[in-house]
């Protein structure tokens, strides 16, 4: 399906107002699952909106499509890389993230003079 064919079925479904679920799920019908024809229609309405920004069923059309986008979810090939953990022991977990900046500074100071308290 191409964009344009989404794109004048959103503003036929939003201009009747119908901005439920099965409009959205008719969208996602007509994009047979896939984003790319989604992507594009929203591409065309943000266009659309640049040279007429009151241009309501464009606005109405763009939520369509939208929350057809959000139904789909995203397609990803890939998976983030997980980034090691810093934290060296079991006390260490609930303040890995504060290690930079002031509290950090006051942490490894309290650390050090406990360290120093019982050597």
């Known amino acids: 399906m191409t964009a344009a064919a989404?794109?004048?079925?959103?503003?036929?479904?939003a201009r009747h107002g119908s901005l439920n679920d099965e409009a959205?799920?008719?969208?996602?019908?007509?994009a047979d699952g896939g984003r790319a024809p989604l992507e594009a229609a929203a591409r065309r309405f943000v266009a659309r909106l640049h040279r007429?920004?009151?241009?309501?069923e464009a606005t109405?059309?763009?939520?369509?499509?939208?929350s057809a986008l959000v139904?789909?979810?995203w397609e990803s090939d890939c998976y983030p890389r997980?980034?090691?953990?810093?934290?060296?022991s079991h006390e260490?977990?609930?303040?890995?993230?504060?290690?930079t900046g002031r509290a950090g500074r006051r942490l490894r100071w309290r650390r050090a003079r406990t360290r120093l308290a019982w050597s």
């Open 92 to 99: 260490d977990a609930p303040i890995a993230a504060a290690r």
């Open 52 to 56: 007429r920004s009151d241009d309501f």
């Open 60 to 66: 109405n059309g763009l939520r369509l499509v939208n």
């Open 71 to 73: 139904r789909i979810g």
């Open 82 to 88: 997980l980034r090691p953990t810093a934290v060296a």
């Open 24 to 30: 959205i799920n008719e969208l996602v019908r007509m």
């Open 6 to 13: 989404v794109e004048e079925r959103a503003i036929e479904l």
